[in-house]
C-alpha cells in the first residue's frame, strides 16, 4: 500500500495537497485507489481501504492454501504415475528379454535343423576325401556346441534380472508427467 500525493508536482497548493491511497494490483478487479476528491477525503475511505485490506488477505490466504493443496494433490497424482511407468518400464524389460530369449530360441532350431542335415549328409556320404568328411564333422561339433549355448531352453531360464529405470525409459509410460518432478510438467522436461 502506498500513500502519496497525488499531484506532487504541482504548483497549485490545492492540487498538491491532494493525498491517495494505492494498493497492488490485484486479480479481482474491485478498486485499488482512493484520492482526495471535492465530495470526500482519503481519512473518509479509511474504513473501506482496510475492508479491502482485509479481503485481500483472506483471499490470499485461500488462494495460498489452494495453490498448496492442488501442489499437495499434483504431488500424489505424479507419485502414482511415476510407481506405475515404473511397472510399466520393467514389464518393458521382461518383454524385452523374452523377445530376445524367443529369438534365441527359433535361431537355434534352424541351426540345430541345419546340423541335423548336415548329420545325416555326412553319413551319406561316398567318394568324398576322408580328410573333407573330417573336418566337416569337426564343424558340425562346433556348430552344434554353438546351437547349445545359443539355445535358452538348453537349460531352465530364470526371471531377468531388471535395472532401475532412467528417466528416458519412463517418459513414454507417464502420461504427459515430467520423470522429474511433478511441477516440472508444465514449464518442459528437464532436472531441477
Not at 46 to 56: D, N
Not at 67 to 81: I, N, P, Q, T
Not at 158 to 167: C, D, F, G, I, S
Request: proline fraction near 6%; charged fraction near 35%.
Amino acid at each position: 500500500m502506498t500513500i502519496q500525493q497525488e499531484f506532487p508536482q504541482s504548483v497549485n497548493p490545492e492540487r498538491s495537497g491532494k493525498l491517495v491511497i494505492e494498493l497492488p494490483y490485484h486479480r479481482s478487479g474491485r478498486q485499488r485507489r482512493w484520492g482526495d476528491r471535492k465530495r470526500w477525503m482519503v481519512e473518509d475511505a479509511l474504513g473501506t481501504v482496510l475492508k479491502e485490506i482485509e479481503a485481500r488477505a483472506v483471499e490470499n490466504t485461500k488462494r495460498k492454501v489452494d495453490e498448496e493443496r492442488a501442489e499437495a494433490e499434483r504431488e500424489v497424482r505424479w507419485k502414482a504415475a511415476m510407481v506405475e511407468a515404473r511397472e510399466q518400464a520393467v514389464q518393458a524389460q521382461f518383454a524385452e528379454v523374452l523377445r530376445e530369449q524367443a529369438g534365441d530360441w527359433q535361431e537355434a532350431m534352424l541351426l540345430r535343423a541345419y546340423c541335423d542335415a548336415l548329420d545325416r549328409r555326412l553319413m551319406d556320404v561316398e567318394g568324398v576325401d576322408e580328410a573333407d568328411v573330417e573336418a566337416s564333422r569337426r564343424w558340425l561339433g562346433w556348430a552344434r556346441q554353438y546351437v547349445q549355448i545359443l539355445d535358452p531352453l538348453s537349460r531352465l531360464p530364470e526371471m531377468p534380472k531388471t535395472r532401475e529405470p532412467a528417466a528416458d525409459d519412463l517418459k513414454p509410460y507417464l502420461k504427459g508427467w515430467s520423470p522429474y518432478g511433478p511441477e516440472a510438467r508444465r514449464h518442459g522436461w528437464g532436472p531441477r
